[in-house]
């Protein structure tokens, strides 16, 4: 069983809609992160919160905004996609804060496909 | 900057075959390295760990050591079984603070 929890598991939206990808881990780490996983690739990072900052943005296209609402959750809001957007979704969390080398704990993912 | 190189697949073996995944990597300094396996339809899961030179991480059957005159840590298992088929990735942690990924081999294990 995994202890980051990500929904929605799978999601399909047009390239007009607005949608959040939502992350939930208990364990008490203080550094997440939002990863796109293309199929067969490694994951690409795209952001770290660190203690609840934004630390690490990885120059992302503006059509995607993270938001960490408490040490517990962390949001994807979507807008305006593209289609070389679909992938998987990954969150992660570790303990101490962005720049620690402790491992990290990933969720399952999103698998977000773009119409 | 800091990366890591992996062995490219995909790699197919017979069941109680012996596995060899290699990674070297290149770091200015020592970083922890990692091994991550992603199984069909699933996250990545921590597989090992190492964090200083000669170091051995070990789970599941599987071990790996930091060899610093190598610059390489090798993923081993003995005697695979079909449910060790997926994806395994080595990463290191680089010197801007994030993981850095080597590109994945894909394993298959037949019964």
């Known amino acids: 069983d995994t202890e980051v929890t990500q929904t929605p598991k799978h999601l399909v939206m047009g390239m007009t809609n607005k949608k959040s990808l939502k992350c939930e881990q208990h364990m008490g780490h203080r550094a997440m992160y939002w990863y796109k996983q293309k199929a067969k690739k490694p994951p690409e990072l795209m952001f770290v919160y660190s203690y609840e900052k934004l630390s690490i943005n990885e120059s992302v296209p503006s059509r995607f905004s993270p938001e960490c609402p408490n040490s517990s959750l962390l949001n994807l809001h979507l807008h305006a996609l593209q289609p070389e957007d679909s992938a998987l979704y990954l969150c992660a969390s570790s303990h101490g804060g962005g720049g620690s080398n402790q491992p990290q704990h990933f969720g399952d993912g999103t698998r977000l496909s773009i119409l | 900057g800091d990366s890591v190189t992996q062995m490219e697949g995909p790699v197919t073996l017979s069941e109680e075959a012996f596995l060899t995944i290699n990674c070297t990597y290149t770091a200015t300094g020592y970083p922890s390295l990692f091994w991550y396996v992603q199984y069909p339809g699933e996250g990545l899961q921590l597989l090992l760990k190492?964090?200083?030179?000669?170091d051995k991480g070990s789970n599941k059957g599987f071990e790996a050591t930091y060899r610093k005159e190598t610059t390489s840590f090798h993923l081993e298992k003995g005697s695979v079984q079909v449910s060790d088929s997926a994806v395994y990735f080595c990463?290191?942690?680089?010197?801007?603070?994030?993981?850095?990924f080597g590109a994945g081999t894909t394993v298959t294990v037949r019964a």
């Open positions: 990463a290191l942690w680089d010197n801007d603070y994030k993981l850095s």
């Open positions: 190492a964090t200083k030179a000669d």
